[in-house]
């Protein structure tokens, strides 16, 4: 009899542990993470006068359970928090907003934030700094003459390009450069480490490294000061020409006889933006050529050479203007270049353009995002697999089509727009059932292809462009192949 109780008891303390082990790990699986991209906020030099200084972190909970916070501390009472009184469901974002109040609090200073949660046992912490500058009488004024400098063309063999931008102090006060912040490694910056006196100089010297960075570019410094409004923007811009092994990789496609890094251009941005993409292009022929386009729309702008040499190679850019477009979605432009050698030959190619135009998300708070629309693709990719063309009255291809369908559904909390749903290419027929989604409704995505229209192998993308600040612009890969 005893014997039997141990073997029940023993089997009750099996079961007991594997319903322990198995409750642990659902526990461990199911947790939130605090995630916070930039922890440290540097507000520069502020003044005593000016008062509070306020910075909103953005707080992502990056688990898959809600996140609670508890509270949230500062190392000092010059430093107040506020923070969400509702958890943070997963996937989504919070604010937590730090005062800092620099009365009494002169010279350079960095404070701590503590949030304490049920992400972790250990508090996460977040870090202010900056430099209070209690100003005597007067004010500093930084001043230069170009705050752009455009290094034009520059040899990629040249390695580093330089420019010393002068600035001067037109206050009444000593001006002071706190530190100078590169907008990325590529761009090298130095500055005048001593206080600049009223009407005297100092310099912030910029480095660009070129080398292995052929092609245009465009970058910014911020400079940070005493000055009341604390910082200023300088830029350098220029165009790296490639040394001539990095030239023969990149030009990796043709237009009649020139050589070029791509013949096709995608751009998003939104109404009221600007924007420029360029490649090289290369007169491979023996003969000089004559460049010119027809049919170009009122919102592009092409910068080409009109004469090319014989191997000359020159820059080739496409400028797409928002300005007077009003409407949302897919715009595809064909432009036509006529290419003209000496001898006489014409060849006209068609360079298409293709342009997104998108919601401005810039406008949006972290709370509209957090309560937008979110697409849900039932899946991105399409394969049709081999289509036989069924032969008609005689022998010609049937016109019948093959169709597949995707489910599109609004996962969001606000509705879903649907821009626009298309394709560059004729062959693939698009329908969807409706273009507005209310949030946790579906829609219907039906692809067609017609077998005949296909003469070995198929493959572009049905683009959608909508109102998912995530990804406003979704592709969708199409694949089919030509039977027998």
């Given at each position: 009899m ?12 099996f ?19 605090i ?44 430093t ?15 604010d ?6 620099p ?9 701590t ?24 009488e ?12 455009d290094?034009?063309?520059?040899d ?28 990325c490694?590529c ?5 005048t ?22 092609g ?15 910082r200023?923007?300088l ?7 490639p ?9 990796s ?33 023996g ?9 170009t729309?009122s919102c592009?702008?092409?910068e080409a050479p ?20 009003h ?13 003209i ?23 949006m ?18 394969d ?17 089509k ?19 749903v ?16 209310q ?11 017609t077998?005949?229209d ?22 969708i ?5 030509r039977?027998?």
């Open positions: 005893t014997k039997k109780v141990k073997t029940i008891h023993g089997f009750t303390v079961l007991l542990n594997c319903f322990l082990l198995s409750g642990f790990q659902g526990w461990a699986q199911n947790k939130p993470v995630t916070v991209d930039q922890p440290v906020h540097d507000f520069g030099s502020i003044q005593e006068k000016d008062g509070e200084a306020t910075h909103t972190f953005v707080v992502k909970n990056t688990g898959n359970a809600p996140l609670i916070i508890s509270q949230v501390v500062a190392s000092c009472g010059c107040t928090p506020q923070w969400p009184d509702k958890p943070i469901e997963a996937g989504r974002t919070g937590i907003r730090v005062s800092f109040n009365a009494g609090q002169p010279g350079a200073f960095e404070k934030i503590h949030i304490y949660s049920d992400a972790s046992s250990e508090p996460y912490m977040l870090t202010i700094k900056g430099n209070v500058d209690l100003q005597p007067g004010e500093p004024v930084f001043t230069v003459d170009e705050p752009v400098f290094f034009g063309l520059i990629e063999e040249d390695i580093d390009a330089i420019h010393v931008f002068r600035v001067k102090n037109t206050g009444t006060a000593p001006l002071i450069i706190s530190h100078v912040q590169s907008s490694g761009t090298e910056p130095e500055w480490k001593d206080p600049i006196a009223p009407g005297k100089m100092g310099d912030v010297v910029i480095t660009y490294v070129a080398k292995n960075r052929p245009p570019f465009t970058k910014n410094v911020t400079v940070y000061t005493n000055e009341k409004k604390f200023q923007r830029t350098i811009k220029g165009d790296v020409i040394v001539e092994r990095n030239l023969a990789r990149a030009l496609d043709t237009v009649g006889i020139l050589q070029i890094e791509h013949k096709s251009f995608t751009f998003t941005l939104h109404s009221g933006q600007n924007q420029t993409q360029s490649v090289w292009i290369k007169n491979f022929s003969e000089d050529a004559t460049l010119s386009f027809a049919n729309p592009l702008t092409v009109g004469q090319l040499k014989s191997g000359a190679v020159e820059r080739f850019k496409i400028t797409v203007s928002g300005n007077d477009v409407t949302k979605g897919r715009i595809l432009h064909r432009l036509e270049w006529k290419i050698t000496a001898s006489g030959k014409t060849r006209v190619e068609t360079i298409p353009v293709a342009t997104n135009f998108v919601d401005d998300f810039s406008k708070t972290s709370a509209e995002k957090q309560d937008g629309a979110e697409m849900q693709l039932s899946e991105a990719m399409l049709f697999g081999i289509l036989k063309v069924n032969r008609g009255f005689l022998g010609l291809g049937s016109s019948k093959a169709s597949r369908q995707i489910t599109i559904t609004n996962t969001g909390k606000s509705p879903l727009e649907l821009h626009s298309s394709c560059d290419d004729p062959r693939l027929l698009i329908d969807v059932d409706k273009k507005t989604l949030p946790a409704e579906s829609a219907t995505l039906t692809v067609s292809l077998p005949a296909i003469h070995q192998s198929f493959a572009k993308d049905a683009i959608i462009i909508c109102n998912d600040h995530r990804e406003p612009v979704r592709n890969s199409v694949h089919a192949e039977g027998k």
